[in-house]
């Protein structure tokens, strides 16, 4: 009975967590076609609801009464797992993004290496389907994104580095708090500027959307899917979005911590502080998908290994020698 | 307790069965899939014991990376093909005897740690004194390798480098008559090397290349 009780609680805790953030998935297309609208002087989606809001739901909708087609020469166990594995990881990172220091569902020791493990694993979903969809498009597609991601990933994991050497701490509660008296926005700007843009590329958004470019590959490794399980993918890469904001939001911004540490601005919850980062940073992203224009692929990948890799080494070095010197390495 | 055993049972049938499936299946992609399962199982059973970093750690590398590249050999070059040949010819029965040798060898290795390993008394005790300190899994792993190892942990990323230097020394050539994009020399043109304005004349027109 008693371990009934516990996993019940957890269950509860659990749909608290991934209720939200599904909701807010379904609103941040919204937020996101009416940013890319705008930029354009358009209008986006305006009918359904006020302002367009319901617009998601009815896209939903939509989707969930469509015929799932599943070609007949594809690998059809694991063109079904595809998009489940895409959403399944997309979502289960969240257990451990702390809400407030004691908001959190997993506060685990190594919290930031299994953010990292769950957002590497995330180019399986990717690979799964357009190979198993056994067509030149989607294979295409699942090619480009393994490598672009596997890529990526490298400049990710030295620049969350360049964060633990200033925290000492792999527990992103640790991370947040050591934030307190100055955000590592400010002493490690360039190393935000690269892990947004290698953001976009790990979220295979525009301008390093190649996995999905639709003048070269229709819609890349979607091609072959369709009804609930293409909305699936969708689902899954805006979740992803979502959990790379919150990232950047917890690694440089102060996560739920407060700008200014003074009385009015504390009294804000630290869910609605690390909600607003969040935004500021999904809203940079859908600014950027309207502004720049698609890269080539020899460009991304020079990006990725001559650009980005070296310049977050040497800030390696850089941060790891000025804390040296100043004695400010922290020891516990 | 109890739950503890049915996790680690689960993780470590799932781990076994994968394993197995590695190399019964046909199928050279669905290999690759089952060795990731075999992966994530592994690393959860080394979360289970405390080892949460080389968890994360052999998630990160072996699933993220390692995993990612063998699938994407397997897909591109036609391995499937060279896979079922071996089935299909008789000549399999040949590696029968290595392989029967080689796990015959590993397996009496993995008897004769875990017999050293138990007839050791002193590892007990340093395993008792670790978790009497409140000491994070990482922090210690951090402490033994950068002070007691720091040698032979330089000498293995030294290894490893020149592995990849070799690699690439191996398989890099220089191809003549590649055109190639110079950021430098593109940003660097000015207007006046660029364009040329030129008096054409009716019924003449001009010469551009020369």
């Known amino acids: 009975m008693e371990y009934l009780n516990i996993v019940f609680q957890e269950v509860y805790k659990i749909l608290f967590l991934l209720v939200p953030v599904l909701v807010s998935v379904a609103m941040v297309v919204w937020l996101d076609r009416r940013v890319w609208a705008f930029v354009q002087k358009r209008q986006g989606p305006n009918v359904v609801g006020p302002f367009g809001l319901l617009q998601s739901l009815a896209d939903a909708l939509k989707y969930i009464f469509k015929e799932i087609i599943i070609p007949s020469s594809s690998n059809k166990v694991i063109f079904i797992l595809a998009p489940i594995v895409t959403m399944t990881l997309a979502l289960i990172a969240w257990a451990v993004i702390p809400f407030s220091a004691t908001q959190v569902l997993a506060d685990i020791n190594v919290g930031i290496l299994y953010l990292f493990a769950v957002s590497s694993l995330g180019v399986y979903g990717i690979i799964m389907g357009g190979w198993a969809s056994n067509s030149k498009y989607p294979f295409l597609g699942a090619i480009r994104s393994a490598a672009q991601m596997v890529s990526y990933e490298v400049s990710i994991g030295v620049i969350i580095i360049n964060v633990l050497l200033c925290v000492g701490s792999l527990n992103l509660n640790d991370i947040v708090i050591a934030q307190q008296n100055m955000w590592f926005v400010i002493p490690l700007f360039p190393m935000f500027v690269i892990f947004f843009i290698s953001a976009l590329a790990e979220t295979n958004r525009p301008p390093f959307d190649l996995p999905e470019a639709e003048a070269e590959l229709v819609a890349g490794y979607q091609t072959e899917y369709s009804g609930m399980m293409y909305a699936m993918f969708w689902l899954g890469e805006y979740a992803n979005i979502l959990l790379m904001c919150a990232m950047g939001a917890i690694l440089f911004l102060g996560g739920w911590m407060s700008p200014i540490d003074v009385y009015p601005f504390t009294l804000v919850p630290g869910a609605i502080w690390l909600i607003l980062k969040i935004l500021l940073l999904f809203i940079l992203f859908a600014l950027v998908k309207a502004i720049v224009p698609r890269y080539r692929y020899d460009q991304l990948m020079r990006l990725g290994w001559k650009v980005f890799l070296p310049l977050s080494l040497i800030w390696v070095v850089l941060t790891a020698s000025y804390l040296f010197y100043f004695n400010l390495l922290p020891v516990n | ?210």
């Open chain 2, 1 to 210: 307790m109890i739950a503890h055993a049915i996790f680690f049972y689960t993780f470590s049938i799932i781990a076994v069965v994968s394993a197995i499936m590695v190399t019964a299946s046909k199928n050279t992609v669905h290999s690759v899939f089952f060795l990731i399962l075999d992966f994530i199982s592994i690393s959860c059973l080394f979360i289970m014991i405390g080892a949460e970093f080389l968890g994360m750690i052999m998630l990160i590398v072996y699933v993220g990376a390692v995993a990612v590249l063998f699938l994407f050999v397997v897909m591109m070059l036609n391995v499937a093909q060279q896979k079922n040949q071996w089935f299909a010819g008789q000549q399999s029965s040949r590696h029968i005897p290595i392989g029967l040798i080689i796990s015959t060898l590993i397996f009496v290795e993995v008897i004769i740690v875990i017999g050293g390993w138990k007839y050791k008394p002193e590892i007990f005790d340093i395993n008792n004194s670790i978790s009497q300190v409140s000491i994070s899994n990482t922090h210690s792993l951090g402490q033994i390798l950068y002070t007691d190892y720091i040698h032979v942990f330089q000498i293995s990323g030294m290894i490893l480098l020149v592995a990849m230097v070799g690699a690439i020394v191996l398989t890099f050539r220089q191809r003549s008559g590649v055109k190639r994009q110079s950021y430098i020399k593109q940003i660097s043109r000015e207007r006046a090397e660029g364009v040329e304005v030129l008096e054409v004349q009716s019924n003449k027109g001009v010469k551009l290349d020369d």
